[in-house]
């Protein structure tokens, strides 16, 4: 293998490259390769090309520096006295997919008229109110006697003195609001109530009539 075969070949490129060189230079020789102290030439080659890598990434550091202070210079001089609909327009020229992914181009106009369309058009689903019931009007051993003096509904206040004369018996009243029974010696509320589950009795009003 020839030294300009070695060159050419992508797989001897570089420092591998030119160590492969190197080792197949000294096979044909019949020498071996001595490295470290011992080699003073080879120690001296290894440091210059350090410093040439170093060298180089320097020089690029610092052009990078002049670039990135020029293109700041631009930007304060003439980018940023832009109205802010110039200053969209360009960006969108320089970034257009980063406008794109952010939804602010054509696409994201569209989304947007689409998501207000949905809103206007679509159903509200209904907002469940806790109501809280007012039981002010509903007769009780309390406020039956108030409700009566108050109706002035004729048939209601029949209704509310039939309630208050079976709360004045103990009358025990079924679930659908059925008279069960009139409680007697031989026959107690408890009994009653014993035999027809969910039934209760009407509590006596409270005050005078």
Known sequence: MGDKALRGNKLTAGRAGFALGSAVKA????????KGIKNPVRMDQAQRLKDY???TKIQKRKAGRIEEGKSKAFHKKYIKPLAPEAKATLSKRQHPKSWRRAGKGLGGILKGAK???????????PVKKDLKPDFSNYPTSKNIHKLIAKEQDPFVRKKLISIRD???KGTVIGKGGNV?????KERTAKTLMERHPGSYQRKKPEGKK
């Open 166 to 168: 079976q709360a004045e």
């Open 27 to 34: 096979a044909k020789l019949g020498m071996k390769i001595i």
């Open 115 to 125: 998501e207000i369309a949905k809103k206007v058009f679509t159903k509200k689903k």
């Open 180 to 184: 069960i029974g009139t409680p007697t």
């Open 53 to 55: 890598h170093r060298k």
